[in-house]
């Protein structure tokens, strides 16, 4: 269980059985200090029925390239391989390729899938949550690039690959942030306002996006 002691502020009923609540908490200790001290310290937790599945935390200031054109073209705006959050995973599930998904405590950063020719209709959108363990993972800045985030992401997979769960802009009103929704059938996702900040800059930059914790792509 998380450190720290957890407050329910709201709960939100969703179709599949679902739910959400909002809490206030730590990260788990397995999570660096300084990754931790970059987390807003609201925590949104998914359940179905009486099991919670997910416990996700995001960034006070995901980095960004450019100030988006609306809240929900912000991944369009996102830093590879920057950190997004962190999610707890409670129970063994499945990534967005249908590999599995074992309990544990991940860094969520962003990755971009490749133009390479390979993963051509594999998915709608080419944004994705990089699953890195928070124990290999510790610093802010200690993953630089593509390689090195599918690198560490895949090292402890039986299929070699990254372990990923979508992301999806949000077109038109976002509506009540955070809430569950199905952005695309079989498809379930959180959806999420988080802050953005520019490089340099201290304008806190709202950005609004869908994450999948539940549907896979046609790998």
């Known amino acids: 269980m998380a450190a720290g002691v957890l407050i329910a502020t709201a709960q939100f009923a969703f179709a599949a059985d679902f739910s959400l609540k909002t809490k206030e908490s730590k990260p788990p200790e397995s999570v660096s200090i300084e990754i931790a001290g970059s987390l807003s310290s609201s925590v949104y937790e998914i359940s179905k029925g009486d099991k919670t599945l997910y416990r996700f935390w995001f960034g006070k200031a995901i980095k960004l390239k450019a100030k988006p054109d ?29 590999d599995e998904l074992f309990e544990n405590t991940f860094i969520i950063r962003y990755g971009i899938r490749p133009n390479d020719g390979n993963h051509l209709g594999t998915s709608d959108f080419r944004h994705f949550g990089v699953l890195v363990p928070a124990k290999k993972d510790t610093q802010l800045d200690g993953i630089d690039g593509y390689k090195p985030l599918v690198k560490a992401s895949s090292f402890d997979t039986v299929s070699d690959h990254p372990v990923i769960l979508s992301l999806r802009p949000v077109d038109g009103d976002a509506g009540s942030t955070p809430s569950l929704k199905e952005p695309a059938p079989d498809h379930h996702a959180l959806r999420v306002k988080a802050n953005g900040a520019v490089e340099g800059g201290e304008e806190q930059i709202p950005v609004v996006f869908d994450l999948v914790f539940e549907g896979f792509a046609e790998f």
């Open 70 to 98: 609306t809240p929900g073209n912000g991944l369009d705006q996102f830093v590879q391989p920057s950190v997004l959050g962190v999610v707890e995973v409670l129970e063994e599930h499945r990534d967005y390729r249908d």
